[in-house]
């Protein structure tokens, strides 16, 4: 327990040095997720690299076991197939090499802005000061 304490540690502090203090929020709702399936297919970098995210993260629910299951950072509720939205934050730049995970359940949030507001207050447990500097 102590070591995946100390790895996540380090991994806040990597994203936080690569970030130079900002962090882009994607946002991908799950009425979101065809339409970014297709850019994939298509090659557009960014869209391959969320979409692989969007497939793990699908997974990892899916496959979770009873005893561990995948819950919403919002409200801590089971997550359930097709009723959550991811949010990949990573360091602002034209790929993403590295960032945070999030799933946020549909009882918490449906759209894109009420997503990433919840998306905020959970990342505000690693990085206290973070605050949205733009609007939607
Ligand atoms: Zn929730």
């Known amino acids: 327990m102590t070591r995946q304490l100390v790895v996540l540690a380090d991994a806040v502090r990597k994203i936080s040095e690569d970030s130079n203090g900002a962090l882009e929020l994607y946002v991908v709702l799950d009425a979101d997720r065809e339409q970014l399936a297709r850019q994939a297919a298509e090659g557009e970098d960014l869209a391959v690299q969320l979409h692989q995210g969007i497939e793990d993260v699908r997974r990892s629910v899916a496959a979770a076991p ?3 299951p995948i819950r919403c950072i919002s409200c801590s509720r089971l997550l359930k197939k097709g009723l959550y939205a991811v949010v990949i934050a990573a360091p602002v730049g034209p790929v993403i090499a590295n960032g945070v995970v999030l799933a946020i359940c549909t009882r918490c949030a ?3 802005s009420q997503v990433r507001a919840r998306a905020v207050v959970a990342l505000q ?3 206290p000061n973070a605050q949205r500097v733009l609007p939607n």
């Open 66 to 68: 009873r005893r561990l």
């Open 110 to 112: 449906t759209t894109t």
């Open 125 to 127: 447990k690693l990085w």
